[in-house]
């Protein structure tokens, strides 16, 4: 006779962490523009990251995303410089979103206002990292999870 967890598939363990860290001021609406624009870096970046696309039961299809899930986090500004600064050490791909990007209405304008600021200027609001999961836990040190 056999049990439900005899039965039900193992768990899925990732060996990466997606992770996004948001500047604790941001409004309500910065923080849920903000990680909608760094994650699509990363999925553009490591399409890997990309799982198959959906289906419902009357066979109707929708896009594909991550295969696995994105942690959001919080910090002050200073924890964000400080993990900008990890990560860029660590050589893990990131995106960043700056408060200049509040201002940009497109990608062209979004990308010279980052490009205008030495990288040790940006004022981060947002950073989104993909990597090994130790290397993303130290990056990501002193932040905790988004409420």
Not at 74 to 92: C, M
């Amino acid at each position: 006779m056999s049990t439900d967890h005899e039965t039900a598939p193992a768990p899925v363990r990732f060996d990466t962490k997606i992770a996004v860290l948001l500047r604790t001021d941001l409004e309500p609406w910065q923080r849920l523009n903000v990680t909608a624009f760094l994650v699509s870096g990363l999925g553009a970046a490591a399409p890997e990251l990309i799982g198959e696309p959906y289906a419902d039961a009357d066979g109707v299809g929708y896009l594909p995303m991550f295969r696995q899930p994105v942690l959001v986090f919080e910090g002050s500004k200073e924890l964000l410089t400080a993990a900008h600064g990890r990560a860029l050490s660590r050589e893990v791909p990131a995106a960043v979103f700056t408060s200049d990007l509040f201002g940009t209405g497109n990608d062209r304008d979004n990308r010279a206002a980052v490009r205008a600021v030495g990288t040790h200027q940006l004022d981060l609001v947002g950073l989104a990292v993909h990597g090994p999961r130790n290397a993303v836990d130290k990056i990501l040190k002193g932040a905790r999870m988004h409420p």
